[in-house]
Each structure stands twice: as structure tokens, then as C-alpha cells.
């Protein structure tokens, strides 16, 4: 069936450098995809989203990526920040009401 | 948080016992959905509501049960027919619709006594 998942469950990123977290969607209808963080023990917090019908969008140090050719999704941070460590989901729009399918989510750590 | 609340925080199951977890929002938002998560995994939605007095079986209602009576209130019954209830339960409202982004509650731990 249609799916949304992520490249790597793990990301290492050095402190201050910048962070790609990347995710893969199946179903080309999906028009509307949300980036979330999670932190341990507690309920994912809402980072950026964005509509099929843009590219890209900047947020404070986020931008998301939308490449559409090849179904992929991928969230940047500029100058990671220890308490950037966490897990970040990607969510896809699955039905026409707007009922959200996440992906596994994958593991930021930042290294001082 | 926002204004998800859920309670309780940590909660214990005997053997063939049912047990409720609360979400409360104040955010007035139609829609509110119970999702499960094991260690390490993502998000499996259980039900959803899209409006009071409605709601629909998500994908692993099997063993859980849920009303919305009121607005503001989604309870999630954990039934003794779920036979592997560990998990973290995330409780979430949104406006619905289109733009359909999902504020979430602190979360509920239970464990199995």
C-alpha cells in the first residue's frame, strides 16, 4: 500500500553544522506534508509544513525541501543545536479529509 | 503541549482490566485522534473524530474504544481484549480539513502490571 518512510534512522550531526533528515513518500496525490519533532517522552511538536504546489519552504533555521519527480521530502537545520537532538517524523496528507500518515521517524543526535 | 492535555501521565494495567486514558483540548478544534507508539516506531492512528458524536476505527482499533460526547473530550478505553497494551498513547486535535496540521498532548505511558 502507499507509504511515507525515511532513509536513515540515525543522523549524527556535529554541533553547529547543518542537519539533512530525509523521507520518501509513495502516493503522488499526497498534497500536503508536516515535518515534526519529538523528544524523548514527550508528544511530537509541529516544525514546518508544506503544499504540493511549492518547492521549498523557510522557517526559523528549517527549510523543507519538496521534490515531486521523485516523491521525496527532506527537512534541513541550519546550525544544529544540542537541543536539536531528537526524532523527527515526516507526515503525509493520506485522504481528501486530512487524516496524517507518519513515517518511522529518524534519530538526530548532536555531537559537541 | 499547547492545549492537549492528557492524563494521567504513567498508568498501570492488571490482567483483564480496562483502563481510560483522558485528552481534554481547549483549543477548539473539531477533530482529535488517538495514536499508538512502540520504542523506536512511528505513529499508528487507532480513531479519529472528525465531529462530536462521530468517529472512526483507524488502523489498529482492535481492543480500544472511544465516545465524544463533548467537544473538548476524546477518552481512549484500553480493553482487556488488547492483549499487548505497552506503549505510548498520543492524543491529537486539528481544525480538519486541507491544511491538516495536528497538535499533540504529552502523552500517556502505560505498562502492564
Known amino acids: 500500500g502507499e507509504s511515507v518512510g525515511l532513509h536513515l534512522p540515525t543522523l549524527s550531526v556535529q554541533e553547529g553544522d547543518n542537519s539533512i533528515i530525509n523521507c520518501a513518500y509513495s502516493n503522488s496525490a499526497s498534497d500536503y506534508f508536516i515535518w515534526y519533532k519529538q523528544e524523548s517522552g514527550k508528544g511530537p511538536q509541529f516544525i514546518i509544513d508544506?503544499?504540493?504546489?511549492?518547492d521549498k519552504r523557510q522557517g526559523q533555521r528549517v527549510t523543507v525541501l519538496l521534490n515531486k519527480t521523485v516523491k521525496h521530502l527532506s527537512l534541513q537545520i541550519a546550525a544544529t543545536q544540542p537541543g536539536d537532538s531528537a526524532v523527527y517524523f515526516c507526515a503525509e496528507k493520506s485522504d481528501s479529509w486530512g487524516k496524517l500518515q507518519f513515517g518511522a521517524g529518524t534519530q538526530v543526535v548532536v555531537t559537541p | 503541549d499547547g492545549g492537549i492535555t492528557q492524563s494521567p501521565k504513567y498508568l498501570f494495567r492488571k490482567e483483564g482490566q480496562n483502563v481510560t486514558l483522558s485528552c481534554e483540548q481547549n483549543?477548539?478544534?473539531?477533530?482529535m485522534y488517538w495514536y499508538r507508539q512502540d520504542p523506536g516506531q512511528g505513529l499508528r492512528l487507532i480513531y479519529y473524530s472528525q465531529i462530536v458524536n462521530d468517529f472512526q476505527k483507524g488502523d489498529i482499533a482492535e481492543g480500544y474504544s472511544v465516545s465524544r460526547e463533548k467537544k473538548e473530550s476524546f477518552p481512549l478505553t484500553v480493553t482487556s481484549a488488547q492483549k499487548n497494551p505497552t506503549a505510548f498513547y498520543l492524543c491529537?486535535?486539528?481544525?480538519?480539513?486541507?491544511?491538516?496540521?495536528?497538535?499533540f498532548g504529552a502523552g500517556t505511558r502505560l505498562s502492564v502490571l
Open positions: 491529537a486535535s486539528s481544525m480538519g480539513g486541507g491544511k491538516n496540521i495536528q497538535y
Open positions: 483549543l477548539n478544534h473539531d477533530a
Open positions: 508544506i503544499r504540493s504546489n511549492m
